[in-house]
C-alpha cells in the first residue's frame, strides 16, 4: 500500500501596503506569480491590482503588511484601498470565481476584465449588478468593441445574494 501524496507547500510571499497599492519587492523571486499571471512589473517590484491583493491574501499566498508594520487582514486591505471605489468587492467576487475556474484575469479599460486561458480565444468580460441598469446602447458599444478585437464578449450578471451566472453576448438586436 502507497503513501497518500502530501500537497506540496506553497511559497508564501510578503507583500506590503504602500500608497493604496500592494506590491511585493524582490520581483527576481516571484516568478511563480507571473507565470500564473500576477502582478506588472515595474523595477524590481511587482505591484498587485487590487483584485489580484485580496485573492492571494484570501489564498493565502501574500501576507500584507500596512504603514505601522503590523499584518492587515482581507477586510482591512478591502477598506484601505475601496475608499472611491464602492463597487470593489463585487467586482473581487467575479475576479476570484474566474480565477478559481482556471482563467488568468486582467483588467481592463473599457470592460471590467479581460480573460485569458482554457483555449485559445480571448474574453472581455464585462459586469451588470442584478438591480441595475444594463443600457442597451452601452451594451452595444461593447459589443462591436469586442468584435472588432476579435474577443467574446461575456456578461457576468450578479445578483443580490451574489451568485454569479455568466452569458455570452454574440449580437444584439433590438
Not at 99 to 111: Q, T
Not at 141 to 152: E, G, H, Q
Amino acid at each position: 500500500m502507497s503513501e497518500p501524496e502530501t500537497e506540496k507547500p506553497f511559497q508564501v510571499y510578503e507583500a506590503f501596503l504602500r500608497g493604496g497599492q500592494v506590491l511585493l519587492p524582490r520581483a527576481s523571486e516571484l516568478m511563480e506569480l507571473r507565470e500564473r499571471g500576477f502582478g506588472e512589473l515595474r523595477g524590481k517590484r511587482l505591484f498587485l491590482t487590487p483584485h489580484e491583493g485580496f485573492y492571494l491574501l484570501e489564498k493565502g499566498r501574500i501576507t500584507v503588511e500596512g504603514k505601522t508594520a503590523k499584518k492587515i487582514t482581507l477586510e482591512e486591505l478591502v477598506k484601505s484601498v475601496s475608499g472611491k471605489q464602492p463597487e470593489i468587492w463585487v467586482k473581487y467576487l467575479v475576479y476570484r470565481d474566474l480565477r478559481d475556474r482556471g482563467y488568468i484575469v486582467r483588467e481592463c479599460p473599457v470592460f471590467d476584465f479581460e480573460i485569458h486561458g482554457k483555449g485559445p480565444m480571448r474574453r472581455y468580460v464585462y459586469i451588470v449588478y442584478e438591480g441595475g441598469e444594463a443600457d442597451l446602447k452601452t451594451l452595444r458599444r461593447l459589443l462591436k468593441r469586442a468584435s472588432r478585437d476579435k474577443k467574446d464578449l461575456i456578461l457576468a450578471v450578479v445578483d443580490r445574494r451574489t451568485d454569479i451566472v455568466y452569458y455570452s453576448l454574440d449580437f444584439l438586436k433590438v
